[in-house]
Nanobody, 124 residues
Framework: QVQLVESGGGVVLAGGSLKLSCAVSGRTVSTYGLAWLRQAPGKEREFVAVINWSGGTSYYADSVKGRFTISRDNAKNTVYLQMNSLSPEDTAVYYC?????????????????WGQGTQVTVSS
């Protein structure tokens, strides 16, 4: 059983930065695709970023491209999301997700494993 636990959420002022972490346990996920998605109040869950098994390929939602960076450390079974230039529109619960296939594509929403989410609030 794969378990994902996010951390690093919190409250930040607009223009600030946060770095989210997602620790994966239960199985080595070095061959898995890993992603971040988010859900704002009253809205559907949306894709944020995804990274392939090696870390050599990543995709971003247009709304975060250039501001967010996804990365992974396979030795630590951890995926990260560095978020810069945050705006109130980035306020949401951020979820880490994993899929057994290391092949990834932009906008991917289907994953086998999900974390419980971490709240990110950006105040103006």
């Amino acid at each position: 059983q794969v378990q994902l636990v996010e951390s690093g959420g919190g409250v930040v002022l607009a223009g600030g930065s946060l770095k989210l972490s997602c620790a994966v346990s239960g199985r080595t996920v070095s061959t898995y695709g890993l992603a971040w998605l988010r859900q704002a109040p009253g809205k559907e869950r949306e894709f944020v970023a995804v990274i392939n098994w090696s870390g050599g390929t990543s995709y971003y939602a247009d709304s975060v491209k250039g501001r967010f960076t996804i990365s992974r450390d396979n030795a630590k079974n951890t995926v990260y999301l560095q978020m810069n230039s945050l705006s109130p529109e980035d306020t949401a619960v951020y979820y880490c997700a994993a899929k057994r296939s290391g092949f990834v594509y932009k906008g991917q929403m289907s994953y086998e494993y999900w974390g419980q989410g971490t709240q990110v609030t950006v105040s103006s």
